[in-house]
């Protein structure tokens, strides 16, 4: 079964410029989200999707970030502008509906787009 | 507001020996409790896991146990092994399917 792939996993740009960061959760998980981790920190959810519907973006700084999930299946997420502090791991991650599969539900990551703003 | 908590930033354990991360939560409405483990470099793997109706799940050197009265999850490795060393983040579920994760536990398995 193939994981949750992630482009670019590394990036730098500097202050202002715009970034953006793809996503392809695994075939069948009908919920995507996008996490920021940063150093020494555990991961933050910035936004959640089912199906192509948002659930939850309470925490996503929406003058700044966003996400689309247009048709299911792929997700990106954009900063523009970017801010030094946004500099960061952007995890993202899927997993089956609880209804999908018995109960115990698990979430999988991606291995991470690496951000440095400079 | 962090609802996972995990106290201890950072462990070491001779090799062989046991290993116990430890994490509290503050949800009790949490179903579903879930280990990390992250590399470097790596996104975080998954571990091992635990619906709230049980206290106790293991699988080959690992296992998690569960004091819903206490709001207290352990993972518990034996025994520990170099390959172990990584950073272990705990995760719990709420019924929205949303999942929230504690700020780690780096863990160094000395040779």
């Known amino acids: 079964e193939a994981g949750v792939a992630q482009s670019p996993r590394y990036k730098i740009i500097e202050k202002r410029q715009s970034v953006a960061f793809w996503c392809n959760p695994i075939?069948?998980?009908?919920?995507l989200y996008w996490y920021q981790q940063i150093l020494g920190q555990g991961p933050k959810l910035l936004i959640q999707f089912q199906n192509n519907g948002v659930v939850d973006d309470s925490q996503l700084p929406k003058d700044r970030f966003s996400a689309e999930r247009l048709k299911g299946v792929d997700s990106t997420l954009k900063i523009q502008p970017a801010k030094l502090e946004d500099s960061a791991v952007y995890l993202c991650?899927?997993?089956?509906?609880?209804?999908?599969?018995?109960?115990?539900?698990?979430?999988?990551f991606g291995e991470g787009s690496w951000l440095t703003v400079v | 507001d962090q609802q996972v908590k995990q106290n201890s930033p950072s462990l070491s354990v001779q090799e062989g020996r046991i290993s116990i991360l430890n994490c509290d939560y503050t949800?009790?409405?949490?179903?579903?409790f879930l280990w990390y483990k992250k590399y470097p470099a790596e996104g975080p793997t998954f571990l091992i896991s635990?619906?709230?109706?049980?206290d106790k799940n293991e699988d080959g050197r690992f296992t998690v146990f569960l004091n819903k009265s206490a709001k207290h999850l352990s993972l518990h490795i034996v025994p520990s092994q170099p390959g172990d060393s990584a950073v272990y983040f705990c995760?719990?579920?709420?019924?929205?399917?949303?999942?929230?994760f504690g700020t780690g536990t780096s863990l160094t398995v000395i040779p």
């Open positions: 949800n009790s409405m949490f179903d579903y």
């Open positions: 995760a719990a579920r709420d019924t929205g399917n949303q999942f929230y």
């Open positions: 991650a899927s997993s089956f509906l609880p209804g999908q599969r018995t109960f115990g539900n698990t979430i999988y």
């Open positions: 635990i619906s709230s109706i049980k």
């Open positions: 075939s069948g998980h009908a919920t």
